[in-house]
């Protein structure tokens, strides 16, 4: 089983940009996909973006295309999220997830990390 381990959160001001790190204690390998999700306070978990370890596809959910860059750093094991021109709707809590297949946003996320927080203000 691959722990998730997420890093990177922080407040910044609208127009700003963050990286999110999804770092795998354990081999990243075990798990065809990466996915990052976020929950924004009192609303419901939404797919954000997901990335096939192999690097052959990226899913991104409309609302953060063309702003959002989800890669895998294969050497160290880990799957960034670069956000940019972030908005106050992006704020949220960030969490990074695991899963032995994905199909665009599904899959069997079973394996968590305990999630970053990302602020943005206005």
């Known amino acids: 089983q691959v722990q998730l381990e997420e890093s990177g959160g922080g407040s910044v001001q609208a127009g700003e940009s963050l990286t999110l790190s999804c770092k795998a204690l354990?081999?990243?390998?075990?798990?065809?996909?990466v996915g990052w999700f976020r929950q924004p306070p009192q609303k419901e978990l939404e797919v954000v973006a997901v990335?096939?370890?192999?690097?052959?596809?990226?899913y991104y959910v409309d609302s953060v295309k063309g702003r959002f860059t989800a890669a895998r750093d294969g050497d160290k094991a880990a799957v960034h999220l670069k956000m940019k021109n972030l908005k106050t709707e992006d704020a949220a809590m960030y969490y990074c997830?695991?899963?032995?297949?994905?199909?665009?946003?599904?899959?069997?996320?079973?394996?968590w990390g305990q999630g970053t927080q990302v602020t943005v203000f206005s």
């Open positions: 354990g081999d990243i390998r075990q798990s065809a996909c």
């Open positions: 990335v096939y370890i192999s690097g052959s596809y990226i």
């Open positions: 997830a695991s899963s032995g297949w994905c199909q665009g946003a599904n899959g069997d996320w079973r394996n």
